[in-house]
């Protein structure tokens, strides 16, 4: 041991990165290129002696044996640049606590539905199963779980495509990847490059569970058939191995047998898409070794996850939902396509580019009105008209736009927050974005 390690990004997967390493007894440098943070509480958080903010030369990359790169951190940025001309490897957060644990590991991936899946499958495991941890892009370090861990340890992960980019060994017992559409092109440029991502997450994987109703998946899981065990779900073709869902029952398919698991009635999940989730986590549980029973009371007792379609009340017969957590346009078309009734829509936020024409186009027959805030409002407002839809009115606050939809509701209708953006430009994230609406909504 004792290597010297840079480890880049000083939030929380970069904090548990290099509390972990100082356990190991590396030599472990954080660095981050925000110079405003505050070097000593950095240092009393992860117990480093060496913090750097911003400055990062090649001199100093050449210094050390190993870069952890925190999933924030893209490849192609300055710093990673300068690491990469110095000939340092670099590895993600997830590679690393792959590296350092014990235990099999179940993997999520996919542009909508990751935590929601991923929470559930914890949920379904927990029942099975004594130590089962829920980390990853969920908002807890896989770094920080780690130390402890046992052979028996199982750790479902959510991953993201960014985490996805610095994989090599990390290698799941069983992964999913839930679907994938246009998101993140800022990050990753092409739609060739953010598919690739989400990919890595089969390369080394026992059973890969993929989305038969995605065309993209359906391709990729034909070409990995002959090296992988894939499992497919589908909520629109019964499917001869695997998950599918005939009249409200969500059933699997294997050896020519026909299994009812569970009627989607008992559960506390809504739309076609959490059904989807859902039988995504039935296909992983039962890829680690959950029996049926198990599944099937984690499936009832399961509450649907914060900031996705969340109930949030419900005033004069008017019911809110917090769908903050709807970041790019497939997630929020879901969320509409989930409403009972006319809905007054708050939407716009930060701008992560692509087009919102699909979302605007299931506006029909169930958006009522609307309510645009954020950085995207004007170019949502101009795409809308362009595809003929005019019931547009912009804020400046989300608070405007909710008393403006709290005030014409009726009963019956619904008012959600599901932006199709991310939050940055008006909020810390969508957790907050989601918070402030949900007071909003108490305060009614």
Not at 23 to 34: A, S
Not at 337 to 346: E, K
Not at 397 to 405: G, L, N, P, V
Request: hydrophobic share 40%; aromatic share 8%; glycine share 10%.
């Amino acid at each position: 041991m004792n290597r010297k390690i840079l480890v880049v990004g000083a939030g929380k997967s970069g904090i548990a990165s290099s509390k972990l390493l100082k356990t190991r007894g590396e030599e472990v440098t954080l660095y981050d290129g925000n110079k405003e943070l505050d070097t000593e509480k950095l240092k009393q958080d992860t117990g480093v002696e060496r913090v750097i903010l911003s400055g990062l030369t090649t001199a100093i990359a050449k210094e050390f044996d190993l870069a952890v790169f925190s999933p924030g951190i893209p490849l192609d940025c300055p710093d990673a640049l300068i690491i990469k001309d110095a000939g340092v490897r670099i590895i993600g957060e997830i590679e690393l606590g792959y590296l350092c644990g014990k235990g099999s590991i179940c993997a999520i991936t996919g542009t909508n539905g990751k935590t929601t899946t991923t929470a559930l499958t914890g949920e379904l495991l927990k029942n099975a199963f004594d130590d089962v941890r829920v980390v990853g892009n969920i908002g807890n370090p896989f770094t920080g779980n780690v130390s402890d861990t046992k052979d028996t340890t199982i750790m479902v992960a959510e991953i993201s495509s960014f985490q996805l980019e610095t994989v090599e060994e990390f290698a799941p017992k069983a992964a999913a990847i839930l679907n994938i559409t246009p998101d993140h092109l800022n990050r990753h440029h092409t739609m060739e490059a953010y598919i690739a991502a989400k990919e890595r997450i089969a390369i080394n994987a026992e059973t890969v569970v993929l989305n038969y109703d995605d065309d993209v998946l359906r391709d990729f899981g034909e070409k990995i058939s002959d090296k992988k065990n894939v499992i497919w779900f589908s909520s629109a073709k019964k499917i001869d191995t695997g998950y599918y869902l005939e009249d409200g029952v969500i059933k699997c398919s294997a050896d020519g047998v026909i299994t009812d698991i569970i009627n989607v009635s008992e559960m506390n999940i809504i739309g076609t898409h959490n059904h989807e989730n859902a039988m995504a986590a039935i296909a992983l549980s039962f890829s680690m070794g959950a029996d049926v029973s198990a599944i099937q009371r984690g499936l009832r007792s399961f509450v649907a996850v914060a900031h996705r379609i969340e109930f949030a009340g419900e005033k004069n017969g008017v019911k809110y939902y917090d769908d903050s957590k709807a970041t790019n346009t497939d997630a929020a078309i879901k969320g509409i396509c989930a409403m009972s009734g006319l809905t007054y829509l708050i939407g716009g936020g930060y701008d992560k580019g692509g087009s919102f024409k699909d979302w605007i186009e299931c506006f029909d027959g169930r958006v009522k009105k609307l309510l645009l805030i954020g950085v995207t409002k004007d170019r949502i407002k101009e795409e809308a008209e362009d595809l003929g839809f005019t019931d547009t009115i912009s804020f400046e606050t989300m608070e405007e736009a909710f008393d403006y939809a709290a005030e014409n509701a009726v009963a019956g209708e619904n008012v959600l927050l599901s932006p199709a953006c991310a939050s940055w430009d008006m909020f810390k994230s969508y957790e907050q974005r989601g918070d402030i609406f949900k007071e909003l909504v108490r305060k009614l």
